[in-house]
């Protein structure tokens, strides 16, 4: 009897945050995945065919989870509330996982990462309560992009209580209201 796929892709994702901060990510294999998972490598390979997609998956959880955790904020605070709520859920919920995320990165580079940052700005601002579809929705993904890009520049570099994170989340997604605003996009 197989397994859900939803189950062996968690499985991985969980396997490969593991791997990746025990050694080098440019070290470990999809077969490596698949053994800490305990999964068969066919069974790996048929939900995710490459290290980029069990990655992918990675990045989707942490997606779900800054979603879960902002799961019911109130329609009437303002958007720039939502949607720093949204932002500060997504880095709280990468930071137990930073030494394996910072690994990864670095071994990756940034071309591999562009989707990846293309799909969390979507779930940001949706998240957020800020409809991201249509030209309107386009121009505040590029922008959402750009903020989360450069959040993830300052996490980086910032341990401990997230002080210039939070404070780089506020000045960036005002920026980003201003502007929006310029181009009939703001909201």
């Known amino acids: 009897m197989s397994r859900p796929m939803s189950d062996v892709v968690e499985r991985a994702a969980e396997a490969a945050l593991g791997l990746a901060a025990e050694r080098p990510w440019t070290e470990v294999t999809?077969?490596?995945?698949a053994e800490r998972a305990g999964l068969s490598f066919a069974e790996l390979y048929?939900?995710?065919?490459?290290?980029?997609?069990?990655?992918?998956?990675?990045?989707?959880?942490?997606?779900?989870?800054a979603l879960a955790a902002v799961d019911g904020v109130g329609a009437d605070e303002a958007v720039?509330?939502?949607?720093?709520?949204?932002?500060?859920?997504r880095v709280e919920a990468m930071e137990p996982q930073r030494a394996a995320l910072l690994a990864i990165a670095k071994a990756e580079g940034p071309a591999p990462m562009a989707p990846r940052l293309l799909r969390t700005s979507r779930a940001l601002l949706e998240g957020g309560g800020v409809?991201?579809?249509?030209?309107?929705?386009?121009?505040?993904?590029?922008?959402?992009?750009?903020?989360w890009a450069r959040v993830l520049q300052v996490w980086r570099d910032d341990e401990g209580a997230l002080n210039r994170t939070m404070?780089?989340?506020?000045?960036?997604?005002?920026?980003?209201?201003?502007?929006?605003?310029?181009?009939?996009a703001g909201f």
Not at 80 to 89: G, I, S
Request: hydrophobic letters at 50%.
């Open 131 to 147: 409809d991201a579809s249509g030209l309107r929705g386009t121009m505040r993904r590029a922008a959402m992009t750009a903020v």
């Open 46 to 65: 048929l939900a995710a065919e490459s290290k980029a997609a069990v990655v992918d998956a990675v990045s989707r959880r942490f997606d779900a989870a």
């Open 30 to 33: 999809l077969r490596d995945v």
């Open 167 to 184: 404070a780089e989340i506020d000045k960036q997604l005002r920026a980003m209201r201003e502007r929006l605003s310029r181009v009939g």
């Open 80 to 89: 720039h509330d939502r949607l720093f709520e949204v932002v500060m859920a």
